[in-house]
């Protein structure tokens, strides 16, 4: 009898349903799909971007990462990324989140660790002013064996400070360096290009006090907020993470021994054995619940002693409140000049008054004597035109009228003050 063929085998089935189950897929020309135009497409949201890494021993190194790698790696949701987005325009902030810090100070957006900072790669002055100053503070510590009260987070977010506020104060100097010269002469020529310049002064003042009350808000807010401080002490957040991960460890491996075969199967079991079993899972489990207590205790001790961070904190809210005290200075100062051109605007506006005055007063005068010209100019019968010397008596009686009536405005206008005696 023959070899009887299997009908559902590789070899016969169509050329689509043995592609499909090696995974290949086919067109419909039974060809494989290996040109396909949108072959070479990345997901969306997989790019990589450039970070800088630098350690606690000052060691930088440039990195490759993804959103998804930095979330898992620091456990930070994604919307705390965009801050650190350079395509995005957003105020300053800083986090405190579990395991990480994110900074977003001026021109700086950092992630900081308990074990290292990843910083936006950027070609910016500042990034590589706070790179290269942070790897030099480390170094030098690591070098001459210093050792520094602050944890390794907090020495990076006070270097996210300072240079912050150098930053903005360098910025509010050289403002008022240029501010103050060209209030000074606007206040001695009033035109229209030193108006102008004035105006696009003022609205980099009002930028710049929005930046600077920005940081001085966020400062403020962790000052006047404990947990969010104590949410920030990750290095100890760690140490006791790794201490209780170690009782833990130390626990299950005295449970994995005593359950381990130590004693006979079939040996008898004493009730006194019995109970000292008993005995070891009760303590056990009592010493679980000590240690729990003493990690809550250990986290709540951690809410109560954030002098430390609060210390620092303050130090540069009064630096930031100083620069903020500068603005307000310099906005006070363009108040002033602008009172002051509007003083001088409405005395301007005032002496044309006057000299209209003058001069509908001037004209009401001669539209009298214009009058009496006019009567004397029609064709009229009298004696008056025969005597030809009557005429110039007129004109002179007129005219000496006229200008009484001149004066006796400007005294009244006098009276009423109308004009500076």
């Not at 050289?174 to 035109?191: G, H, K, Q, R």
């Not at 109560?304 to 303050?314: F, G, T, Y």
Request: glycine letters at 6%.
């Amino acid at each position: 009898m023959g070899e009887q063929l299997d009908p559902f085998s590789a070899s016969n089935l169509p050329d689509f349903v043995s592609s499909q189950k090696i995974g290949r897929p086919v067109n419909f020309e039974g060809q494989g799909n290996r040109g396909h135009p949108f072959s070479g497409l990345k997901k969306r949201g997989q790019s990589s971007r450039s970070w800088v890494k630098i350690d606690q021993d000052g060691n930088s190194a440039v990195l490759e990462l993804d959103k998804a790698t930095i979330m898992k790696r620091c456990s930070l949701p994604s919307r705390d990324l965009r801050l650190l987005d350079p395509l995005f325009i957003y105020p300053s902030s800083i986090l405190g989140r579990e395991r990480a810090i994110v900074v977003s100070l001026e021109k700086i957006r950092c992630i900081i660790t308990a074990e290292e900072v990843i910083l936006m790669n950027g070609r910016d002055a500042s990034v590589v002013q706070y790179q290269s100053e942070l790897c030099k503070r480390l170094q030098s510590n690591q070098n001459l064996n210093i050792k520094d009260d602050l944890p390794f987070e907090f020495k990076a977010l006070e270097l996210v400070l300072e240079l912050s506020c150098l930053s903005l104060d360098a910025q509010v100097n050289e403002l008022e360096m240029e501010v103050y010269p060209v209030l000074d002469e606007l206040a001695t020529n009033i035109s229209t290009l030193n108006l102008e310049h004035v105006r696009r002064l003022k609205g980099r003042l009002l930028t710049l006090t929005q930046k600077v009350q920005k940081v001085c808000d966020e400062i403020e807010h962790l000052m006047d907020d404990d947990d969010d401080m104590a949410e920030m002490y990750l290095t100890e957040k760690k140490e006791r993470a790794e201490a209780h991960a170690s009782e833990e460890l130390e626990d299950n491996i005295g449970e994995d021994f005593e359950s381990s075969g130590m004693v006979s199967k079939s040996a008898p079991v004493s009730p006194v054995g019995s109970t000292s079993g008993n005995f070891g899972k009760l303590q056990r489990a009592f010493s679980s619940i000590v240690g729990s207590h003493k990690s809550l205790l250990s986290s709540s001790s951690i809410g109560e002693n954030i002098d430390q961070l609060e210390m620092l904190l303050e130090a540069y809210f009064v630096v930031v409140d100083n620069t903020l005290s500068k603005l307000s200075s310099l906005k006070e100062y363009i108040d002033d000049t602008e009172d002051l051109i509007n003083i001088k605007l409405g005395n301007v506006q005032n002496q044309l008054i006057q000299f209209q005055l003058l001069l509908t007063a001037a004209t009401f005068v001669a539209a009298i004597f214009a009058a009496v010209t006019a009567v004397f100019g029609m064709n009229l019968q009298d004696s008056v035109f025969q005597n030809p010397t009557t005429f110039q008596y007129v004109l002179l009686i007129t005219g000496i009228g006229c200008g009484f009536l001149y004066f006796g405005f400007v005294l009244y206008f006098k009276h009423k003050k109308v004009f500076p005696l």
